[in-house]
């Protein structure tokens, strides 16, 4: 029943590069109302309402200031929340105190805990976390810890649990530019639970199991959201025993490996940067930093020239015996010059030029010159230059770059990264430390009685196996189609339709799980591929409006905008019914011209002219019943 792991592809061998990745799971659950607020958990179309706000770091409790918190705070954006009333309220917005807990999310926890034999805390306290990137208009997410402790069991491993905690979920992104960021507040203080484990040492396709199955086991308990976006992975990947990175935001189940294999590939390749570095001799990196806007008033390069047309400023970094190594690729993709592009774009740069890269970028080798002239360094230092439209965000990123050339020595550095939707990572901010939490003052502790957890062990879910073996049981799925469809979002929905429509559940599966994944590879918006458009497929096959071989021309002229709903994508596909006259038609051309075939192979030749009867009836009429009247008509031309 278990998904076997693929031969992980890596460029080095993963258990002597002693590869760790430690996965925490973010899942909200299916509470009617927020964490800390009786507001509706939905999403809003519209939002009216809107205000701004800037964050600021503060001080722990111990007068120490996070230098996460520290490096949003220098982007200088301004944060634009906005929002509906049907979906948020004054305590969304940081002006009204938290209400107490949403019990439901603190008992989902508990029984969660229980499913992974965790110890469940005496007391909850709810914490603030300081969080100031905007996602949060109070400047911190409210969490708590419920328990401690316990074990999930994969492939015959036991991964061990560290913390299983209730927290807010953030806001909502809207758009994302240099001076300001937009979020919607509807999302705000939806409940999560996060559970962290232990790390997982070998493939990365052992990370992606791990994290299956403990998705599974959250689903076992029918209490967690479903759909798009209500499951996040964070990914704690070192190798080495170097600083540990995390990787944030891993939508997809499927992505895990994928987002691995990157993240340990570009680690190894700092990892073999540092080494040719010290190599060269160089133990402590020499830069210098100057104003180079003059020297390139004139320059041939378009991006350059683009920025100084419109009054920006160009800095120049010089680093001692770099030349070369700033695009030093030891694996492809990886390379020092593309780690400092990423901070200057994360702080609102579109990147940095570096002189590995000088004649590809435009600029000429009398620049160059001139460049080093100003710095006052030879051929043999590398040079990076970081230009912009303000002469303060310049400023900004080339301390920024300098201080990351200066630890290239130490090879991997300890930082937050972001996964991107194509399987890699990009540089985010530095990862946080441990003074950024601190006592919720406005919520008191909640007791948690022995009585409640023995009344919440009376509610202990059924496995996932077991739910997986009854849906193959009940509805004659195999082991294989059962499995999928427990873990597809549209399992519910399934249920539903199962007990209405007289399709074969087989192919009601079919149709609700493996063709939006097919449409989703296609490059369709999976968000339109709704529920309710594959409702409207499904009861218009079973009306005998068109064949299901059809459904998936269907759904993909709804999910490509071509189609507002089946109606238009019936009509505009010229799905109109078959009559058993045309069918007939169809299938006595088709023997015709396949006479030859039929002599030669004879019931061999069957698969051959139902494809090409099937490709001429173009979804119009069912299999079942073009497999039967070929049938028929085979026999009768024998």
Same mark, same amino acid.
């Given at each position: 029943?278990?998904?076997?792991?693929?031969?992980?592809?890596?460029?080095?061998?993963?258990?002597?590069?002693?590869?760790?990745?430690?996965?925490?799971?973010? !899942?909200?659950? /299916?509470?009617?109302?927020?964490?800390?607020?009786?507001?509706?958990?939905?999403?809003?179309?519209?939002?009216?309402?809107?205000?701004?706000? @800037?964050?600021?770091?503060?001080?722990?409790?111990?007068?120490?200031?996070?230098?996460?918190?520290?490096?949003?705070? &220098?982007?200088?954006?301004?944060?634009?929340?906005?929002? &509906?009333?049907?979906? /948020?309220?004054?305590?969304?917005?940081?002006?009204?105190?938290? $209400?107490?807990?949403?019990?439901?999310?603190?008992?989902?926890?508990?029984?969660?805990? !229980?499913?992974?034999?965790?110890?469940?805390?005496?007391?909850? $306290? =709810?914490?603030?976390?300081?969080?100031?990137?905007?996602?949060?208009?109070?400047?911190?997410?409210?969490?708590?810890?419920? /328990?401690?402790?316990?074990?999930?069991? =994969?492939?015959?491993?036991?991964? #061990?649990?560290?913390?299983?905690? =209730?927290?807010?979920?953030?806001?909502?992104?809207?758009?994302?530019?240099?001076?300001?960021?937009?979020?919607?507040?509807? @999302?705000?203080?939806?409940?999560?639970?996060?559970?962290?484990?232990?790390?997982?040492?070998?493939?990365?396709?052992?990370?992606?199991?791990?994290?299956?199955?403990?998705?599974?086991?959250?689903?076992?308990?029918?209490?967690?959201?479903?759909?798009?976006?209500?499951?996040?992975?964070?990914?704690?990947? +070192?190798?080495?025993?170097?600083? =540990?990175?995390?990787?944030?935001?891993? !939508?997809?189940?499927?992505?895990?490996?994928?987002?691995?294999?990157?993240?340990?590939?570009? !680690?190894?390749?700092?990892?073999?940067?540092?080494?040719?570095? *010290?190599?060269?001799?160089?133990?402590?990196?020499?830069?210098?930093?100057?104003?180079?806007?003059?020297?390139?008033?004139?320059?041939?390069?378009?991006?350059?020239?683009?920025?100084?047309?419109?009054?920006?400023?160009?800095?120049?970094?010089?680093?001692?015996?770099?030349?070369?190594?700033?695009?030093?690729?030891?694996?492809?993709?990886?390379?020092?010059?593309?780690?400092?592009?990423?901070?200057?774009?994360? &702080?609102?740069?579109?990147?940095?030029? $570096?002189?590995?890269?000088?004649?590809?970028?435009?600029?000429?080798?009398?620049?160059?010159?001139?460049?080093?002239?100003?710095?006052?360094?030879?051929?043999?230092?590398?040079?990076?230059?970081?230009?912009?439209?303000?002469?303060?965000?310049?400023?900004?990123?080339?301390?920024?770059?300098?201080?990351?050339?200066?630890?290239?020595?130490?090879?991997?550095?300890?930082?937050?990264?972001?996964?991107?939707?194509?399987?890699?990572?990009?540089?985010?901010?530095? @990862?946080?430390?441990?003074?950024?939490?601190?006592?919720?003052?406005?919520?008191?502790?909640?007791?948690?009685?022995?009585?409640?957890?023995?009344?919440?062990?009376?509610?202990?879910?059924? +496995?996932?196996?077991?739910?997986?073996?009854?849906?193959?049981?009940?509805?004659?799925?195999?082991?294989?189609?059962?499995?999928?469809?427990? %873990?597809?979002? &549209?399992?519910?929905?399934?249920?539903?339709?199962?007990?209405?429509?007289?399709?074969?559940?087989?192919?009601?599966?079919?149709?609700?799980?493996?063709?939006?994944?097919?449409?989703?590879?296609?490059?369709?918006?999976?968000?339109?591929?709704?529920?309710?458009?594959?409702?409207?497929?499904?009861?218009?096959?079973?009306?005998?409006?068109?064949?299901?071989?059809?459904?998936? %021309?269907?759904?993909?002229?709804? #999910?490509?905008?071509?189609?507002?709903?089946?109606?238009?994508?019936?009509?505009?596909?010229?799905?109109?019914?078959?009559? %058993?006259?045309?069918?007939?038609?169809?299938? %006595?051309?088709?023997?015709? @011209?396949?006479?030859?075939?039929?002599?030669?192979?004879?019931?061999?030749?069957?698969?051959?002219?139902?494809?090409?009867?099937?490709?001429?009836?173009?979804?119009?009429?069912?299999?079942?019943?073009?497999? *039967?009247?070929?049938?028929?008509?085979?026999?009768?031309?024998?």
């Amino acid at each position: 029943m278990e998904r076997q792991a693929r031969a992980t592809i890596l460029p080095f061998d993963p258990e002597a590069s002693q590869l760790r990745v430690g996965l925490e799971i973010h !899942q909200q659950l /299916a509470t009617s109302t927020k964490l800390f607020c009786p507001c509706p958990i939905v999403k809003s179309d519209e939002l009216p309402l809107s205000f701004e706000r @800037r964050l600021r770091p503060t001080q722990s409790e111990l007068g120490q200031i996070d230098p996460a918190a520290v490096f949003e705070f &220098n982007k200088g954006r301004v944060n634009l929340y906005k929002w &509906n009333p049907e979906s /948020a309220c004054l305590v969304d917005a940081d002006e009204e105190p938290p $209400h107490p807990p949403n019990m439901e999310a603190i008992e989902t926890a508990i029984l969660m805990a !229980q499913v992974l034999g965790s110890g469940v805390v005496d007391e909850v $306290h =709810v914490m603030r976390k300081l969080v100031i990137d905007g996602s949060n208009t109070s400047g911190f997410q409210r969490t708590a810890i419920i /328990a401690l402790g316990g074990a999930l069991p =994969v492939d015959g491993v036991s991964v #061990g649990v560290q913390t299983i905690t =209730v927290e807010e979920d953030s806001s909502r992104v809207l758009k994302e530019g240099a001076q300001a960021r937009e979020y919607a507040l509807d @999302r705000l203080g939806v409940p999560l639970i996060e559970i962290a484990l232990d790390h997982v040492v070998g493939v990365p396709e052992h990370v992606e199991a791990v994290a299956l199955s403990l998705g599974r086991s959250l689903r076992s308990t029918g209490r967690v959201a479903r759909g798009q976006g209500t499951i996040r992975q964070d990914l704690n990947v +070192s190798l080495l025993g170097g600083q =540990v990175v995390e990787v944030k935001g891993v !939508q997809k189940l499927n992505l895990i490996a994928k987002v691995v294999r990157y993240e340990a590939t570009r !680690q190894m390749g700092l990892v073999k940067i540092a080494e040719e570095v *010290k190599k060269r001799g160089i133990t402590e990196v020499e830069c210098k930093a100057e104003d180079a806007t003059a020297v390139m008033r004139g320059t041939s390069s378009p991006v350059l020239k683009r920025i100084l047309q419109k009054g920006g400023v160009v800095t120049c970094i010089a680093v001692a015996d770099f030349a070369g190594l700033l695009g030093l690729e030891p694996f492809p993709s990886i390379r020092l010059g593309k780690e400092l592009a990423e901070i200057a774009r994360t &702080n609102g740069l579109g990147g940095v030029i $570096h002189s590995d890269e000088f004649v590809k970028q435009g600029i000429s080798e009398e620049e160059s010159v001139a460049l080093r002239a100003v710095t006052g360094y030879d051929s043999n230092a590398g040079l990076v230059l970081v230009a912009g439209e303000s002469a303060e965000r310049v400023e900004t990123v080339a301390g920024l770059v300098v201080e990351r050339l200066r630890k290239t020595p130490i090879g991997v550095l300890g930082e937050t990264r972001a996964a991107t939707d194509d399987g890699e990572t990009r540089y985010q901010r530095p @990862r946080p430390g441990a003074a950024r939490m601190y006592p919720e003052t406005d919520i008191p502790e909640i007791v948690v009685t022995e009585e409640w957890k023995r009344s919440l062990r009376m509610a202990m879910p059924v +496995s996932w196996k077991e739910k997986v073996a009854a849906y193959s049981k009940r509805y004659s799925l195999s082991e294989e189609a059962a499995l999928q469809l427990y %873990d597809s979002d &549209n399992s519910k929905l399934f249920e539903e339709l199962a007990a209405k429509l007289r399709l074969e559940p087989s192919v009601i599966a079919s149709i609700l799980v493996e063709t939006p994944v097919r449409l989703s590879r296609e490059g369709v918006d999976e968000s339109k591929v709704t529920p309710e458009a594959l409702t409207s497929v499904l009861v218009a096959v079973d009306g005998g409006r068109f064949a299901k071989e059809a459904a998936v %021309d269907v759904l993909r002229a709804i #999910g490509k905008g071509d189609a507002r709903d089946v109606d238009e994508a019936v009509s505009k596909l010229g799905l109109t019914g078959m009559s %058993d006259e045309e069918l007939g038609k169809i299938i %006595d051309g088709v023997l015709k @011209r396949n006479k030859p075939l039929i002599e030669e192979k004879g019931d061999r030749a069957f698969s051959v002219l139902m494809g090409e009867v099937m490709k001429l009836a173009r979804g119009k009429v069912d299999g079942k019943k073009v497999s *039967k009247l070929l049938r028929r008509g085979l026999d009768e031309g024998r």
